[in-house]
């Protein structure tokens, strides 16, 4: 059973690009968390997704940022017009039900130049 | 809201040496689980331990313990006798039963074994 697969591993983007993160959940998952680490931070929430809903939204930035997580497919993490500030790891985590442990994917770094 | 502090930015001991990580934390829902996490240089994040409120027994796995106490909102990670691959970031992590297993995190110590 794979673990949570994230992709890209590491996304260089130009400033104004849009930046597309990836995250397949573990077979049978269907929850879906992202966090942000900006650099020598902690880890905050972003975003809680359950296939085809967003569930909780309250740590997304309000502009630039959507998150999708469709009925077939990873979900999507995405950036529009990226700032230097965007530059940050970004974790996905999955688990199988409400109030289970999640398990963490590798992380996408993203690095705005 | 709930809060999770970890007020060792860094920590930096000689390897052989017994380390404890301490955690802190706020919530006012009684049902509730506690994590750590290491973070080394590579920067993926390995689960080490996950409590629920309910459990205040301290847990022994090889050269790590944990010991949560309720009545001071702590969850203490000890190393012993660490060695220079137990260098990372350590992070506590909270979640609630509300809230799925949506985490808060600490921001983290740095522990650095030296040889």
């Known amino acids: 059973n794979a673990g949570v697969m994230q992709n890209p591993r590491h996304l260089v983007r130009r400033r104004g690009q849009e930046a597309r993160l990836r995250c397949s959940p573990m077979k049978g998952h269907s929850h879906v968390y992202w966090y942000r680490q900006l650099p020598e931070e902690g880890l905050k929430f972003m975003v809680y997704?359950?296939?085809?809903?967003?569930?909780?939204e309250s740590g997304m930035p309000k502009e630039r940022f959507s998150a999708e997580f469709p009925k077939e497919g990873p979900s999507i993490l995405r950036i529009q017009q990226v700032v230097r500030g965007d530059s940050a790891a970004y974790f996905c985590?999955?688990?199988?039900?409400?109030?289970?442990?999640?398990?963490f994917g590798q992380g996408t770094r993203l690095t705005v130049v | 809201a709930q809060k999770v502090t970890q007020a060792q930015t860094e920590i930096s001991v000689v390897e052989k040496e017994d380390v404890t990580l301490d955690c802190v934390y706020e919530t006012r829902d009684t049902t509730y689980y506690l994590f750590w996490y290491k973070q080394p240089p590579s920067g993926e994040l390995v689960f080490l331990i996950r409590?629920?409120?309910?459990?205040?027994q301290n847990e022994i796995s090889g050269r790590y313990s944990w010991n949560f106490q309720k009545s001071t909102s702590s969850f203490n990670f000890t190393i012993t006798a660490s060695q220079v691959v137990d260098s990372a970031v350590y992070f506590c992590a909270l979640s609630l039963e509300t809230s799925g297993s949506r985490l808060t995190f600490g921001e983290g110590t740095q522990l650095t074994v030296n040889p």
């Open positions: 409590r629920n409120s309910f459990d205040e």
């Open positions: 997704l359950q296939k085809e809903n967003i569930i909780d």
């Open positions: 985590a999955s688990s199988p039900r409400h109030g289970t442990k999640a398990f």
